[in-house]
């Protein structure tokens, strides 16, 4: 095979690309995966060893089961957050009320604040003696569901993971939702309204249909964040079940057990492909159409 | 064989022998210290006796080595008197001290630092940050064979100071030897942490120790669960008023789990004893008091807490849930509690402190000197002057701990020692007593390592 000069100049200028990537993604990756089985890349003891696998996946052991919770948690703040996202955005473009040019920049709020702090303060908001853990639980007593006050924070079932994600992904949805909205051509939704069509017709027969494949992309990027984060759930989650970053960082920097994490990284990661395989890689084409 | 050859192999091995030799010197030259040599002329005249008499003049040349060195390594510091090494500590002109801690431990090592450069004339610099960040970075340059690194003095608790020691990654010299002022550190405190052993390597500065919180204005001393032994039955008759810190979210949940396990199996059972997974296996599951194991004494503890199956996700959590008036009692650090009153958050007429009986072990965390430390000599006075009585007597003002050295409890001012937080029962009422009489107990961290692991598993996710 003979190398033209195009090619060797092709090599050289895409060369930096190629050694950036290799340094910061491929080469941190390589040691995630070489460190759940033992090795390490940069020097080290090394001892070759299953031992984290076979702990990973044995169900006496949390890890698989902070997986699930992971992925469940992160599904159902990826759905509340989509939902309420694409309906809020639907609502502006439709009823564009004035009101909401003076204070749009309030919804960015979440996008600016650190992680920590929104978790933080939805911890004193949720917090047993948190004015919300009033209302909510005074709420809930009051029509008979609950007998008792129930936690809303560090809870086992996430509630609290729940308010501290939405929060945040909700804005993010509807940022991503209300641009391919303001898109949709004025001209079907009048149609639609001249043949009597209702708003929730004109939202599920025209608007969704239009953006379905803007939805997806949207959840599949939110989920996949939702899956990353660890701010939230560290401090707004229980101690069982724990997120699986979470687990991480307590194997990391308080139990010291590196190579458990290494492994619950090589998961995240496989993890992370797979969603992102399934979303992207059936997804992008259409939208790709669906642009043109 | 040919004469030659034999020839050419003798002069090869020569040369052989020749290379290694200066190779050898070469190395020791490098690690010998670079020593002032004196040098003196001797002459003497001896008249001899005998029969032909006369004189021999014998003129002898005497080379002294009792110079300072450029740098300190791990053979000559022990070589040195303690105003050498202070007289190098000048010559090197600075140290630079990373630390960790609440705000409160932020003000102070920043203001010893400013103390200690206004004293001493040796430029102090102090860094705060994470210990984790300290330690991973102290191993990489290790790893990475950088001889010459940034940071003069770290302090640490046991497991970070053991991550560093197994990597080497630490001053190879027994502080405790050089250090004047480490004399006056209990024994123990001064050669292991945690059960550790630190052969000195590590000198703890403060001791900062868990106590239980309680409500004083709502319990009488006599109302309180006076050992661990009447603890249960205390929070089966206070449903919902005890809870504990997740003890892998906070010190105070940890250490109160492994005072438990002290007291629930006995004390001899872990004091210095060697771990195996399958001895704390076996162990925390044998019947201790109350004929259960100690998961089960845990999940029935836990019946009984606030909000049970929820525990407060830190240390600040936790003092929060007592500050709302959710419970009554709990474990707690002392340093904790007083920052809390002391920032207007916690009422002081509710806090009331003490250590239940048997006791309550703690940790006495301190400082060790990187292997690179640019500053070795400055990086020693350092210490040696974080330990001085006046030093260490304003620890407990400032940040809530006890100090290291025992008698510098003294010199606190009463009006410090009668604060809410810290504990009222005797011994502990006076540190001195409690230090040289006991009962001093001290953590386990790897059985408090193995306890952290399985609480999730069988505590919380149960």
Not at chain 1, 162 to 184: K, N, S
Request: hydrophobic share 45%; proline share 6%.
């Amino acid at each position: 095979m003979k190398i033209s000069k195009d090619d060797i100049i092709s090599i050289l200028f895409l060369f930096p690309l190629y050694a950036f990537l290799a340094v910061m993604v491929f080469i941190p990756l390589l040691n995630v995966v070489l460190g759940s089985v033992g090795i390490s890349l940069f020097g080290g003891q090394s001892k070759f060893s299953l031992e984290g696998y076979l702990k990973f996946i044995d169900p006496s052991e949390p890890y698989l089961y902070s997986l699930f919770f992971t992925i469940y948690i992160s599904l159902i703040a990826t759905v509340i957050s989509v939902i309420a996202g694409y309906l809020f955005a639907v609502y502006l473009t439709i009823k564009k009320p004035r009101i909401w040019q003076k204070i749009s920049t309030v919804m960015t709020v979440p996008l600016f604040v650190p992680y920590v702090v929104g978790a933080f303060m939805w911890w004193t908001l949720l917090f047993p003696s948190g004015y919300l853990s009033y209302v909510i639980n005074g709420i809930l007593m009051s029509l008979g569901i609950i007998k008792s006050p129930i936690p809303l924070v560090n809870d086992p079932h996430g509630i609290g993971i729940l308010f501290g994600e939405v929060w945040i992904r909700f804005v993010v949805a509807f940022m991503m939702f209300y641009g391919p909205l303001q898109l949709v051509s004025q001209d079907l939704v009048d149609a639609a309204r001249t043949l009597g069509a209702s708003t929730w017709d004109i939202i599920r027969k025209v608007y969704i249909p239009i953006t379905k494949y803007s939805i997806i992309a949207t959840s599949a990027i939110i989920l996949l964040a939702t899956m990353a984060g660890v701010s939230i759930p560290l401090i707004l989650g229980g101690s069982w079940p724990q997120f699986l970053n979470v687990m991480i960082y307590i194997d990391v920097t308080r139990l010291f057990r590196f190579q458990t994490a290494y492994v619950s990284g090589v998961f995240y990661i496989i993890s992370s492909l797979v969603l992102g395989y399934i979303f992207f890689r059936f997804t992008t084409k259409r939208v790709i159409i669906q642009v043109r | 064989m040919d004469t030659k050859y034999i020839a050419s192999l003798v002069i090869l091995f020569l040369i052989g022998i020749g290379i290694g030799y200066g190779a050898a010197y070469g190395i020791y030259a490098a690690q010998k210290p670079a020593t002032e040599t004196i040098t003196s002329t001797v002459t003497s005249t001896v008249t001899l006796g005998g029969g032909g008499g006369g004189t021999v003049t014998v003129t002898k040349t005497v080379t002294s080595t009792g110079g300072i060195p450029q740098e300190l390594d791990t053979r000559n510091v022990y070589t040195l008197s303690w105003d050498q090494i202070v007289q190098l500590a000048k010559k090197e002109g600075e140290v630079v001290w990373y630390g960790f801690g609440s705000t409160y431990e932020r003000n102070f090592f920043t203001n010893l630092c400013q103390m200690f450069t206004k004293e001493t004339g040796i430029k102090c610099t102090y860094v705060h940050g994470s210990w984790f960040d300290t330690v991973q970075r102290l191993i990489s340059e290790k790893k990475a064979g950088k001889t010459v690194g940034s940071i003069d003095v770290v302090l640490a608790w046991s497991k970070p100071f053991e991550m560093a020691y197994t990597a080497g990654a630490v001053y190879d010299v027994n502080l405790a030897e050089i250090i004047p002022n480490a004399k006056g550190i209990p024994f123990v405190a001064k050669y292991f942490h945690d059960m550790y052993p630190t052969n000195g390597r590590h000198l703890p500065i403060l001791s900062w120790w868990v106590g239980f919180l309680y409500r004083k204005d709502l319990l009488k001393p006599s109302e309180l669960p006076q050992s661990f032994d009447e603890l249960l039955e205390w929070v089966k008759k206070h449903p919902g008023k005890f809870t504990y810190c997740d003890p892998n979210k906070g010190g105070s949940g940890h250490t109160f789990l492994i005072g438990l396990a002290e007291w629930y199996y006995g004390y001899d059972k872990f004091a210095f004893a060697a771990f195996s997974e399958k001895r704390a296996e076996e162990l925390f599951n044998s019947p201790g008091k109350y004929n259960m194991s100690f998961w089960d004494y845990l999940n029935t503890l836990e019946k009984y807490m606030y909000m049970p199956g929820t525990y407060p996700q830190g240390n600040k959590a936790t003092i929060e849930l007592f500050e709302a008036g959710k419970v009554w009692l709990e474990p707690m650090w002392i340093s904790i509690t007083m920052q809390e009153v002391e920032s207007g958050r916690l009422n002081p007429d509710w806090v009331g402190m003490y250590i239940p009986k048997p006791t309550m072990p703690g940790p006495f965390d301190g400082v060790f000197i990187p292997f690179n430390a640019p500053h070795k000599a400055a990086a020693l006075v350092f210490i040696n002057w974080l330990l001085s009585d006046k030093v260490q007597a304003l620890i407990p003002e400032k940040i809530g701990a006890y100090p290291a050295v025992t008698k510098a409890w003294e010199l606190v001012p009463q009006s410090v020692k009668e604060q809410p937080w810290w504990p009222k029962n005797p011994p502990y009422n006076d540190l001195i007593t409690w230090r040289n009489f006991g009962p001093l107990w001290f953590r386990h961290a790897d059985y408090m390592f193995y306890l952290m692991q399985q609480w999730v598993n069988l505590v919380a996710r149960k």
